[in-house]
Every structure is written in C-alpha cells, then in structure tokens.
C-alpha cells in the first residue's frame, strides 16, 4: 500500500490544490480524463471560442437595421476547430507533462474508487492519504429515452469537436448548454430545431429572462416545447426523434443529435460509502461550509459537491479547501453569497441572486423595476429593442437582493452588481457613490439602480 500526505481526485480545479507550501508532502493527483477538466477542454473556454465567431456570424448576417449590408459568406469549421483545439490542447498536454515532473507528486491516470477511510484503488494499486480532496466534477445526463442507446448521437463532452458543421442539428434539451450551442451551429450555418420539455428555454432563470429568449430563439431555431421524445431511431440520414407536443406528434429528422438534458455529479461513482463520505442521491458529496465531508480528512469542491456546476466557483473553493488542507486549526468558509452566472447564448443573460418568483415565493417583501436597454444612449446605437436590466431590491434594507440582465454584453454588465452587492453597498451607494461613463452602455445600469430607488421611495413600505 503506497501512503501519501494528499490525494487529489480530479485534475480540473483539483490541479490547483497543490502549492509551493506542498514541496516537502508526498502527493498523488488522480485523473482518468484530460488534464484540466470539464472547462479546459470541453466546456467554458472552448465553446466561447466557437460562440465569438459565431456572434460575428450572426452579426455579419443582417446589419441592416444599422443602416450598413452585410453578408455570412459561410464557416470553414474545420479551421474554426482546429483554432480552438490547437491552442486548448498543448495546454492540456503541458498540465499533464508538468504534474508529471514534479518530484513529490505523483500522477494517476486512471479511474479511483474508496475501498476504505482514505484509502483509493486506483490503476490496481490501493494508495491512502493523509487527506484526501474529491475534485471529480460532472458528466452529462442521459435521458431514458426509447432508442436512444441505439443511435449515434453526441453530448457536451464531443460535438464541439464534430469534423462537418451539421446540416441539421437536433438538440433534445433547453438549458443553457443547448441555448449557447444552439446559437454556435445557428450562426455558423446549421438549421436547428430544439425539442425540451418545459415550455420555455432556459427555464432555471428569471421567468422575464427565460420568456424573453424563448420568444428570440422561436425566430431562430425550430422549437418543440412542452415536448415529449418517444422515441428515437437511426435513419440513412442521421437520426428521427419522435416528439409528442401540444399540437400533437411530430417526426423529427436531423443529421447530428445533441443531447443536451443537463449534468449532474460524479460521487455516485465513487463508492463513497466504504469511505464514510455521504453521497446524495443526485451524486453530490456532501460538505458543511468549510468543504468537509461526513469522512473525517476528506474534502470535496466544485461541481462534485452539488453546491454550484461553475468554474468561476470551483476555482473559488480550491482556495478555501487548499488554505483549510494546510492550516486545519484556521478553517474558512465557502462564499457562501450569491453566485453570479453568464450565459453566453444570444442575446446574452447575465445574472446574480434569485428569481424573482423565488423571492415572492419566500414572503420577501421586494421592489421589483425593468429597465430597457433603448432607454440608454448606447442602446440606442444597438438599435437594442428586447435587452433590459432586472433589479430586485430590499426595500427596508436598501440593498439589491438579484439583477437578471438580458442583452448585448449582459456578462460583463453584470459583474458591475456582483461588485456591489458582494462589497455590501447599498443601491442609493452603487448608484450615485461613482461617476458613470456616458454614453458606454453600463449607463443602463446606473439608470436602472436609480429606477430602484425610486421604487424604493415612491411605493409604501
């Protein structure tokens, strides 16, 4: 049995675990996949390099509300692949090659399984760890669709690097996985029809948000909504989704099938049990605020833990489980204040704290305002007739409890709130405590704190 002062499950935020302050520890880092995880290599980085062109596409396309005549000419996928990957895949390659040099580390890559209290069977040896820190992510949901194990079709993890741009892309899904690679393949060429069962995309955010773009993406793509698959089955085409909705049942054929129905957490696959580290039943290992398990010595962050499926937060808790791994006696807590997310889909969503029906579901007492992105000088410029900023305010406390912004740049409008809000200003601070460049669009922003407080004044408290 090989001992070691830490073992490491998972080389995505995993991999940033090990510091200088390391040097004199005996680590193990396992991996059976590709070195730096989910968002390196087949997630965040690469699919917004495919969705920047894809916006120039869509862009190029029609300009004619600007006044100007544009054209798509058509994508050279292949090289748009071979850009992406080229840059992405060295740096996968030298992560690894760079855990392999390291004198007091090493590598695994191979499956891992809890066999007992800190101990792992991994490549068909049993190692043990002083401590030990699960780090091993997500996978996609398969959905128990008739047919489906019997047909070729593809998830996240690979139609980004598809060889031909598809002729017709069905994707069976209406998260935000299927709202970003609906637009890449829309804009590159692709028809796309999109079949989900709520009858609205992106229905995890603000309702404002998620009908706003379900109205856009109907002008886009081929929707099916309040759709159920009955079955699939391969054709001399490709693949024919069966679909049953409202207006009855409906034959749908394509050449590429994307299931894009979620993700959930890889700690079922851990036989944690053995371990003494409780497993949901969704596959999240559970943790208190200081990213502990129920197992003594073991430790779990990012997308494994259930608390959020976003890198940003993932590279968060690393930190926090990296400081509390070498300092036990001065343990931090998670962030535990509110995660702000992008969907990087067009238009763009941007968004931090909770929906507003999620709010008034609790008896919060809030102030709810919308601003349009045509209220703004630079709006105006974009000729912007649906974007809007969403403020949802504390009318006692004068604070912003969520902003849900829909439009151009929503990503980065956004973090202008997340600044404020995880600083502790109060609206009237974030609003009038600041000069606003004029006329940038983050004007909307400012109009829309100002448009809070006037709800906030003006309506009975």
């Not at 980085?45 to 544009?70: H, N, Q, V, W, Y």
């Not at 406390?397 to 912004?405: E, Q, S, W």
Request: aromatic content about 6%; overall charge negative.
């Amino acid at each position: 049995m090989d001992d070691f002062d830490l073992i490491i499950i998972g080389a995505g935020s995993g991999n940033m675990l090990i510091s200088p302050e390391m040097d004199s520890w005996r680590i193990a880092i396992i991996e059976r996949w590709t070195f730096g995880g989910t968002c390196l290599n087949r997630g965040c980085i690469p699919s917004k390099m495919l969705i920047f062109p894809a916006d120039r596409a869509a862009e190029a396309a029609d300009s004619s509300c600007l006044g100007i005549s544009t054209s798509f000419n058509g994508a050279d996928w292949p090289a748009i692949v071979d850009r992406v990957f080229g840059r992405i895949d060295p740096i996968a390659e030298g992560g690894r090659q760079y855990r392999h040099s390291n004198p007091n580390v090493t590598v695994f890559e191979a499956d891992a399984r809890f066999v007992g209290e800190r101990q792992l069977s991994v490549d068909g040896r049993v190692i043990t760890g002083k401590q030990v820190v699960i780090a091993a992510g997500a996978r996609t949901f398969i959905p128990p669709v008739p047919g489906l194990d019997t047909v070729a079709f593809h998830t996240s993890d690979t139609v980004l690097r598809l060889a031909e741009l598809p002729r017709h892309l069905v994707i069976l899904g209406g998260g935000f996985i299927a709202a970003e690679l609906g637009h890449v393949f829309r804009s590159l060429g692709s028809a796309v029809t999109i079949i989900n069962r709520s009858e609205h995309l992106l229905s995890a955010e603000d309702h404002d948000v998620s009908e706003g773009f379900t109205k856009i993406a109907a002008e886009r793509f081929t929707l099916h909504l309040g759709a159920q698959v009955d079955r699939v089955e391969s054709t001399s085409a490709g693949v024919a989704v069966h679909v049953s909705d409202g207006s009855g049942s409906h034959v749908v054929e394509g050449d590429v099938l994307l299931v894009a129905t979620g993700r959930h957490p890889n700690g079922d696959q851990l036989d944690g049990a053995l371990a003494g580290v409780d497993v949901s039943p969704s596959g999240a290992v559970l943790v208190d605020e200081f990213g502990r398990t129920s197992a003594p010595g073991v430790w779990a962050l990012g997308d494994v833990n259930g608390r959020h499926q976003l890198k940003h937060m993932a590279n968060g808790e690393a930190k926090v489980v990296r400081h509390n791994v070498l300092h036990p006696d001065d343990l931090r807590r998670f962030d535990a204040r509110p995660a702000p997310h992008a969907v990087f889909t067009s238009p763009q969503i941007g968004a931090i704290g909770p929906t507003e029906r999620a709010l008034r579901g609790s008896g919060a007492d809030v102030r709810v305002i919308t601003q349009s992105y045509g209220a703004a000088a630079y709006g105006w410029a974009l000729e912007d007739t649906t974007g809007f900023v969403k403020l949802i305010g504390d009318p006692k406390t004068r604070t912003l409890l969520a902003a849900h912004i829909f439009g151009h740049e929503a990503s980065i409008l956004v973090q202008l709130l997340v600044q404020g809000m995880h600083l502790g200003a109060t609206v009237d601070e974030m609003a009038n405590g600041q000069v606003w460049i004029h006329p940038a669009l983050s004007e909307i922003v400012e109009q829309a704190l100002l448009s809070l407080i006037e709800a906030f004044d003006t309506e009975e408290v």
